[in-house]
């Protein structure tokens, strides 16, 4: 037996024949053909499709979406308890509403009624019609206006101040006084002026008389002292007319007087009646500003009609601090949407107008809601903080390329990818190796 397995260990075990080696040892010339034929086919399949399949180059930034008509928020200019709401949520409101009331010293109802007094005194304010204005009915003597009190206390002291003038009217008084002392002072001239002429004839025929004697006396057909006589006579009339002339002139210095006094009195008139309507110009301007600041600080109106959101501040008594978000009003109706982005410096070159953007919203994830296609409609011509501002044209209905239309907000965000160039597979193998042999 051990002789017998000593003999099995030294004979080798034939594993092929001979027959299989030549099998195995040789491919046949059919696989090696149609072996090189498929990979060459796909190679040449694979170099087609690079040529005709394009794949772009695309630029990624964050984009926020907005619209031409911005809602508008409005923040509390001072803080407060809040005592009146006049609104309420989602309610559609025109321009320039009142929305919400701060607590203040003031009666609103007073602050209404005061707005309708200026609203009814400022055509004639702004046309110059002071003097109509005491023909206007101003009704509300004790109003409580809080910090507008003192400015509307200062009109109506300006107001006054002019209606008395106007009433008492002692410079015009004055004036006609003046004008009918003129009109007697002329009256008196003419009389005057009269009396001077016939005095000149009287004197004129007194010189002849006085000459005639004259004559007589050279002559000595009359005595010494008659001559002397008549010439008294003579010299009496003379003094008198040259007297009257006298008085006239006086009279005429007068009357220049008193025109000039009357002028003086037109113009003090005058000035005095421009110095209070000024006064009540200026305390007018500084009550409707003072209205205005009281308005800016305790009551919100909207600038924009649209809807009324609350942000945190919904009831009466609530709190309010100074610079905190109140209220915004949203516009409604359609309005052009467009998009800005930031774009880094790098790459931003071959960003141009018209180029296709690929929005992806973070409200609506793409892969449920598709993507909004956009088109760049312009490009800042200065960086700032080392990017370029890109504005984006978006249809007025965000309408996705699932063909699903999106609700709009204003303020919305995304991913934005730019479609700077479609490049060829091909292209993109070639491009680096075009780029190291020209170095």
Partial sequence: MPYQLETQKETPIEL????????????????????????????????????????????????????ENMPATLVAKSSGKISRIFVKANQEVPQNCPLLLLENTAN???????????????????????????????????????????????????????QRFQSLALLMCKLEAQKKQLAMTKLYYNRLYTQRNLM??????????????????????????????????????????????????????????????????????????????????????????????????????????????????????QQVAASDKVITVVPQGKSRIFGRLQLPLEGAGKVKTNQKVL?????????????????????????EDKSWTLEVKIPSKLSTNYKKELDFKSGMTGQAEIITENIRLIERFFNPIKAVLKR
């Avoid at 055509?123 to 507008?148: A, C, H, M, R, Y």
Wanted: glycine letters at 4%; charged letters at 20%; proline letters at 3%.
């Fill in 16 to 67: 092929r024949s001979e027959e299989i080696d030549e099998i195995l040892g040789k491919a046949p010339n059919s696989i090696i053909r149609w072996g090189i034929s498929i990979i060459f086919l796909l190679v040449l399949l694979v170099f087609a499709i690079s040529c005709f399949v394009k794949y772009p180059d695309t630029l990624k930034a964050e984009i926020t979406l907005y619209s």
């Fill in 108 to 162: 609103y109802d007073d602050i209404l009624l005061l707005q309708v007094i200026i609203d009814s005194l400022k055509p004639f304010i702004n046309q110059d019609k002071t003097e109509e204005i005491p023909e206007l009915q101003l009704s509300g003597q004790s109003l409580i206006l809080g910090e507008v009190q003192s400015y509307y206390a200062g009109f109506r002291k300006s107001l006054a101040d002019y």
């Fill in 200 to 317: 000149e004839s009287d004197l004129a025929l007194s010189a002849k008389e006085f000459r005639r004697d004259s004559a007589l006396f050279q002559n000595k057909v009359i005595p010494a002292a008659e001559f002397e006589k008549k010439e008294s006579q003579y010299l009496q009339k003379k003094y008198a007319f040259e007297g009257s002339k006298t008085t006239l002139a006086s009279t005429q210095i007068q009357m220049a007087q008193l025109e000039q006094q009357i002028v003086d009195i037109e113009l003090q008139n005058e000035e005095q009646k421009q110095q209070l309507s000024t006064a009540i110009k200026q305390s007018f301007e500084a009550l409707c500003n003072q209205l205005n600041a009281w308005q800016q600080s305790y009551l919100l109106t909207t600038p924009v009609a649209g809807k009324v959101v609350f942000n945190k501040y919904w009831s009466v008594n």
């Fill in 359 to 383: 929005i992806r919203l973070n409200d609506y994830p793409y892969m449920e809601y598709g993507m909004v296609e956009a088109n760049v409609e312009n490009i800042s011509s200065i960086s």
